[in-house]
């Protein structure tokens, strides 16, 4: 079997889905993102601007949250449905 180190599989389409991208997103800002599902979730961000732009606005969401002061007009636009998504995944995954 030809490997994918594109993120695309043999098809030519993307190797995950934006949405179990979404699932892994939590264990890999976690850090317990298990190498293999990790090297996947890297691929798909290589290929899809949209869920970089993602991952980077719930990061610095997650550390608004954080930020004890943080004024609301300074959060980054996160979708209302991928933050749904998460608490989705989180409910039922974890
Ligand atoms: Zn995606």
Same mark, same amino acid.
């Given at each position: 079997?030809?490997?994918?180190?594109?993120g695309?599989?043999?098809q030519g389409k993307?190797?995950?889905? =934006?949405?179990? /991208? %979404?699932?892994f997103?939590?264990? !890999?800002?976690?850090?317990?993102?298990? @190498?293999?599902?990790?090297?996947?979730?890297?691929?798909?961000?290589?290929? =899809?601007?949209n /869920? %970089?732009?993602?991952?980077?606005n !719930?990061?610095?969401?997650?550390?608004m @949250?954080?930020t004890?002061?943080?004024?609301?007009?300074?959060?980054?636009?996160?979708?209302?449905?991928?933050?749904?998504a998460?608490?989705?995944?989180r409910?039922?995954?974890?």
């Amino acid at each position: 079997m030809m490997t994918t180190p594109t993120g695309f599989d043999a098809q030519g389409k993307p190797e995950i889905s =934006c949405q179990a /991208c %979404v699932d892994f997103i939590l264990d !890999y800002l976690e850090g317990v993102l298990p @190498a293999r599902e990790k090297a996947t979730f890297e691929r798909h961000m290589n290929i =899809c601007p949209n /869920c %970089v732009t993602f991952v980077e606005n !719930y990061k610095k969401t997650a550390a608004m @949250a954080q930020t004890v002061g943080a004024s609301p007009e300074d959060a980054p636009p996160v979708p209302a449905k991928l933050v749904e998504a998460i608490l989705k995944a989180r409910k039922h995954g974890h």
